[in-house]
């Protein structure tokens, strides 16, 4: 057997890699690979954005001339005219007036005058009041009662009368006095008097108390020197009910009148 062999020498050819039919172009840096990354994301946010900023716009006014389908024109709605109310010159017929029914006249009644009598009512006319009288001890003597209704049990007696005082203080002193009778003229004692002179002064006394005036009498110390002013004097029961209607009384700045008289007498049941 030879020791020829003959695929000894024989290298078979290798088959060309892809590395080397491959041909090696110009290669991009990683920084100009992400710069071109970067402008493509933000062409696209930004049309994004558009996008949305238009929409928006349009669902809120769809008549935009952005608006690539803008809405139809909604047509006018006919009005629809009642032929009844129109006339054919084109006048408004006007609602006919039914006119106004005319009142009846009321027939009058003529009342013949018949012959009454006219009723005479009677007048009450005040008695004649005589001015209180000083004694000589300075009471003062009861007067006759002047019967005048007034819807109160009492009434005033007479007309306000004044006179000077009689004790050591002389002009140095304002008071209101006087006495309470009954219908035949005897001293009533006990029966509170008020005296009142605007909202400052108001005072009590009783009958009884200051019989220098008489035995039912009473005195209502005002001030230590006689001056102008408007007072009111009444008698009350001893629950305040008024007994008397209200007196006014004009006091005055004299010394000879320094003292206001105001005398009550009984006209009516207590």
Do not use: W
């Not at 090696?24 to 558009?50: C, D, K, M, Q, W």
């Not at 054919?88 to 012959?115: W, Y």
């Not at 007479?158 to 050591?168: I, Q, R």
């Not at 408007?230 to 007994?243: I, P």
Request: charged share 15%.
């Amino acid at each position: 057997m030879s020791d020829f062999d003959p695929f000894g020498d024989f290298a078979a050819d290798q088959p060309a890699t892809l590395e080397e039919v491959k041909s090696v172009g110009p290669t991009r840096s990683p920084r100009e690979r992400n710069l071109i990354y970067n402008t493509i994301s933000l062409f696209f946010l930004a049309a994004t954005v558009g996008c949305c900023i238009v929409t928006v716009l349009l669902i809120r006014n769809p008549t935009l001339a952005i608006n690539p389908f803008p809405p139809a024109t909604p047509q006018p709605t006919p009005t629809l005219f009642s032929l009844e109310s129109v006339q054919v010159l084109g006048e408004i017929d006007m609602p006919k007036m039914s006119p106004t029914p005319e009142e009846t006249p009321t027939p009058e009644i003529a009342v013949e005058p018949t012959n009454t009598p006219p009723i005479a009512f009677p007048t009450d006319e005040p008695s004649a009041t005589q001015t209180p009288a000083l004694t000589a001890t300075g009471a003062i003597a009861p007067l006759e009662a002047t019967l005048t209704q007034t819807g109160f049990p009492f009434d005033l007696q007479a007309s306000v009368a004044y006179m000077s005082h009689l004790g050591a203080e002389g002009c140095n002193y304002m008071a209101i006095a006087g006495q309470v009778f009954d219908g035949d003229g005897d001293p009533l004692l006990g029966v509170p008097v008020v005296a009142e002179g605007g909202d400052l002064f108001s005072a009590l006394d009783f009958t009884g108390n200051a019989t220098q005036y008489g035995p039912a009498g009473y005195e209502i110390y005002i001030d230590a020197s006689p001056y102008a002013g408007t007072f009111t004097v009444k008698l009350v029961s001893e629950t305040g009910m008024a007994l008397s209607d209200n007196v006014v009384v004009e006091t005055s700045d004299s010394c000879s009148e320094n003292i206001a008289i105001v005398n009550f007498v009984q006209v009516g049941p207590d």
